[in-house]
């Protein structure tokens, strides 16, 4: 009874459409851009039954917000909402898909059901309401979901981020649920943290200046070492990554890093996995921003953009430098356009993954979010 009344409530829009007021509830405490065409809330209902468990499953739930982790453009712009039910800690996803200029959908992506963990400390570990916060990560086997698109399928793992969490809704939850802790999980998570940001300190003082360049640089090299084109390198090949880029991570460093990351014991580890353990990552409030800006250049949803498009979209009116007199609009356009190009691995296309790559140089440099945002706004008129 309780799926049957989920599809039906989804299905429903005069019982679903809700106030900007409301829709604006998930964003209360957190600075985050709005999904596009975000009209309605999903597992909310009017409807009086006779099953408590019923009542309880749409009551007690968070609210999430994410975005699949990829290197394939069309993927990693995929715009997700998903629910956790404390009631029997089960969780569902659904896509939010644009049909049209002005029709938006939401469709079954993880169906509803209880889930592990499949990586890292907590691997086999049923998830709990600890496990939802900004910038967590879920994971799930593609397999166990054949509805899953044929991109995604082709990785033995999903990974999924949360971006944004029902902040109002998750403290209600917590003031009511007892959350088992795993104390020894815990203490390894924050020490394997430690270690990263230890890494991130000394790599990012060395990158403060040569950010972009060294970033967009550095993945077009890793792209190019994956022979195999499955995103997976070993030990040998981040090394030496390390030492083209002069890029100085300790031995004793580098040996505490890879015993976290090669947690499965293959000898391989996923080069964006290594790069955002190495670098760390602009946050995910200053992401939606950047996955705006792309989505809003790759209109057919492709997954990369042509640098012409790029060149015609791109505004430098209000660059600084343009507003100071020191250089032109077209100067200031050639030149991100080269940078940009030279992260591609196409000479007349960008795919998001290199788009990103260029933005997560610059975020190096940027304290203030806002003024990491009004960079992106400025030139793409987002």
Known sequence: MTDHLSRAVISDPEQNVTTEKQSARILQDSKMAPLRGRKRTLHETKIKTHSTLTENMLSHKVQFDGRVISRNG???????VGFFFTHDQSLTIYEYRQFGKNRTNVLPFIQKNIYCHQR????????????FYVGA???FLSSDHPGLPGSIKENTLLTLRITNVDQIALHSLNCRTDSVEHDDITNQEANDRLVFKAIQDVLREQLHKRGVRILTRLGKYLRQVDKEGNGLLNKADFKQALEVFDLEVSEN???SLWLILNDNDNGKVDYGEFKRAIIGEMNEYRKSFVRKAFMKLDFNKTGSVSTIDIKKCYCAKKHPQVMSGHFTEEEIKSSFLETLKDACSKSEEVSYGEFEDYYEGLSIGIVDDEDFVHI???PWGI
């Open 74 to 80: 069309r993927d990693a712009c995929r715009e997700l």
């Open 120 to 131: 890292g400390r907590r691997k086999g570990k049923q998830y709990q309401l600890g496990d």
């Open 137 to 139: 990560n879920l994971t």
């Open 253 to 255: 460093d580098f040996e």
């Open 376 to 378: 992106l706004r400025t």
